[in-house]
């Protein structure tokens, strides 16, 4: 039984590592559709990648900032702030009831525009977390499996730390999931 659990646990990974590794950049989201109250902006990914590696902001994405408000430091420090959290483990709590409902609750603020939300959510969290055993939001936005993720920014906070909160109690959770 022991054996089997380590077989199955190797295939998960196997499949999860093949689509990260070699998946096409038409696998992944080419651009973010950003809310904030009554205010919506599409943002392509490699402009948010710009801006969090060098923090240069493009125009479309100061000016949008400026209209909903928001400090680019904020942004940029949601983006990029780290959670750390363990890829196999990751996987076996996404893939349980415990999981799923943790997944519905945040793909309420990070979804697809047609609905396949959980899925995709799932699939963009764990080729985040598998290289390094980290998340963060830009590696998520960049690695969602569709052209286009919609970003329900005024309640992303919100979403940071139920993840967070989330990642904290995967210890405890393994006990639940055994």
């Not at 089997?4 to 646990?9: E, H, K």
């Not at 809310?35 to 590696?53: D, G, H, N």
């Not at 979804?111 to 055993?133: I, K």
């Amino acid at each position: 039984m022991r054996y089997l659990l380590l077989s199955m646990r190797l295939v998960c990974l196997a499949a999860v590592a093949g689509v990260w590794l070699f998946a096409t950049p038409a696998d992944a989201a080419e651009s973010v559709v950003l809310k904030y109250s009554i205010l919506r902006e599409s943002i392509s990914v490699p402009e948010l990648t710009t801006f969090v590696e060098t923090g240069e902001l493009s125009p479309a994405l100061r000016a949008y900032l400026a209209m909903a408000g928001k400090k680019p430091e904020e942004l940029r420090k949601v983006l990029t702030q780290e959670i750390k959290v363990n890829a196999l483990f990751l996987d076996k709590v996404l893939n349980n009831p415990l999981g799923e409902i943790a997944l519905t609750q945040v793909s309420d603020v990070i979804h697809t525009g047609s609905g396949a939300n959980v899925q995709a959510l799932r699939g963009a969290l764990m080729s985040s977390a598998l290289p390094n055993n980290k998340i963060t939001l830009i590696e998520v936005l960049q690695n969602y499996p569709t052209p286009e993720v919609h970003v329900e920014g005024d309640r992303l906070a919100d979403v940071y730390k139920q993840v967070r909160r989330l990642a904290e109690g995967l210890p405890n959770l393994g006990d639940l999931i055994k």
